[in-house]
């Protein structure tokens, strides 16, 4: 008997199945720059005009086994939003606005509805993000990976004017950092989260936990929370501070002591937060609580309810605060830039007092 | 007992000790577009000069279960070629020129010497395509991935003048087809391929096969060849063909049938392709033979040795093959453009005389 592609385990016609349920998607996430129906192989994107000299730029992510409670949970139409959120977060800490994504979908055998929910995720979170999902690749690795589940990678393309480039070494003394809220754990964390609450708690992820504050929130619905995506956010902090806006910071893997030093070269500084000026998230006490998980692994896993800080000049507080909240965050006054010494020898000072 | 991130299966010293053998092998790959060291967060390059209405042109993509063919040979330094391979030769068919490259590798445990094998790849790749390796994620996701296995995605972004875009549009009847020889399978039909070699025959990846010409070549050899880069061959064509190139197409999943169409817009235009015209590469027969394969399933799911396809005008095949072989490549007169009647209802007729 002659061999076929789908004898050795391919579905073409599942994925070509996928790709029609794909297109219109995707097609929903066009903005100016898109060049439709052009280039059946690859993504046309026209460089907007206005720039003297624009600067692209690109990050690449993964949500970590955040996947794995899509998968326990069967909800797979959110975690497309933390593959963008995670990607396009990265892009605007350097000011940039967004421009486009692309997502790689891979699996053993694709589920057309899974596949479907995943994308429509990924075209949810292009819109909060004003980025077109200009491509994807849906892939089938028959045997690489177990039935009912995937991986995800995303990609995201931003753009800025090379002269508002924040570097960071506007910074100074006396700046004040301000927080931006996270709406959970995002997409970090997510092996530590699981192995105490899932797996040493043994917790049912429909169950209710009186830390979650909500009572009629289930333990799958808050580890699901999509990642806050914060284009909206960082283009009015962009447009309200102008100079004044310093440096920002997404809080993503290595919580805040692991991320805060990346944005401020000068060694000379140290970073401040005072972790008494927020409460913290009710999800973080109960990973905290049940682990037990010391407060420094915490602060080194988790962003602890902050997911993007802004460095900006003392003065600009409270429009930094007025322009996030205009654009639906929650925002305060997390902390100052010290100097170096009185932040320790990683330059970064938690203060829970 | 405290419960820590490493006690939950990840290991942020191993990541860590990746990430900087990686460093070196991306800063290798920098060219004049890279703004290096500004943005820990995502990657920065400078939109060329010298483009009037510049568009931007990105690809994603993965390399399949060629990389079975990787674990089971343990040789892990060129999947990364073809990784680069499949994603900018997508970017070079509308006549873009590359200027960066992302990749995902994702493990459940990272081996750092595979992943920075794996990373080397990508590296050599990113040089061969004139493209800087600008940013990339390790992943690493306990539980999700076998010991010893790993997924690669890939992004790719160039860029075109949008007067220059190759749309198809040009394509005429009695253009000719040059075709430019693949280097063996590339990354496609490898589950296929697989499934008749390794498991049906039972072949082992150190057998020596006779079809496949080299007395001293083995099975693993032949399969791992990386994919051919086409980026200097393509600006090599642009440059000496001009408006006489009318389209690219990249021989990918679906063969030759599958593929040439997308390149020809024109409905009442189709494609004549002689498969006599050059020989056809031995691991081919290979597989055909040992399948058995139908040659009609070999058609759709293999590129048969023809890596990439340029239209071009008839009186232009000279300075084609020319250009194409001064860039390393081996080409040859294909076929030609059709009325669409002479080619089958799919619009490509592949001819065995």
């Not at 407060?295 to 902050?306: A, D, K, P």
Request: net charge negative; charged share 20%; with cysteine.
């Amino acid at each position: 008997m002659p061999v076929s592609y789908k004898d050795a385990g391919v579905d073409i016609d599942a994925g070509d199945e996928l790709v029609d349920r794909i297109a219109p998607l995707a097609r929903a996430t066009r903005t100016a720059g898109v060049l439709a129906d052009v280039g059946g192989f690859a993504g046309l994107f026209a460089v907007p005009g206005g720039y003297t000299e624009p600067v692209l730029v690109s990050g690449t992510d993964g949500v970590g086994t955040k996947l794995k409670v899509a998968f326990a949970t069967g909800v797979h139409d959110t975690i497309g939003i933390d593959l963008v959120a995670m990607c396009v977060n990265d892009v605007l800490t350097v000011g940039a606005r967004p421009l486009f994504f692309l997502d790689y979908f891979a699996s053993g055998t694709p589920d057309v509805g899974v596949g479907e929910a995943v994308v429509r995720g990924v075209a949810d979170g292009c819109k909060l993000a004003g980025a077109a999902l200009l491509g994807g690749e849906t892939a089938e690795l028959p045997g690489m990976y177990a039935p009912g589940e995937y991986d995800l990678a995303g990609f995201a393309v931003g753009i800025v004017e090379r002269s508002r480039i924040l570097d960071g070494r506007a910074v100074r003394k006396g700046d004040a950092l301000v927080g931006v809220a996270s709406s959970g754990l995002h997409s970090n964390g997510y092996s530590l989260a699981r192995r105490v609450l899932l797996d040493d708690a043994a917790l049912a992820l429909d169950a209710t936990l009186p830390e979650l504050g909500d009572p009629g929130r289930t333990l799958g619905a808050a580890l699901l929370e999509p990642t806050r995506i914060y284009a909206r956010a960082v283009a009015g902090l962009v447009a309200a501070l102008g100079e004044r806006l310093h440096a920002l910071c997404h809080i993503t893997g290595g919580g805040l002591p692991g991320n805060l030093p990346r944005v401020v070269p000068d060694e000379s500084l140290g970073l401040a937060v005072e972790l008494a000026s927020y409460p913290r998230p009710g999800i973080f006490h109960a990973i905290a609580a049940r682990g037990p998980v010391e407060e420094t692994e915490m602060q080194r896993t988790f962003n602890l309810g902050v997911g993007l800080v802004a460095v900006v000049a003392e003065d600009a507080v409270p429009a930094a605060v007025a322009a996030l909240e205009a654009a639906g965050e929650r925002a305060w006054r997390l902390g100052a830039i010290v100097p170096a010494r009185e932040a320790g020898p990683e330059r970064v000072a938690l203060r829970r007092a």
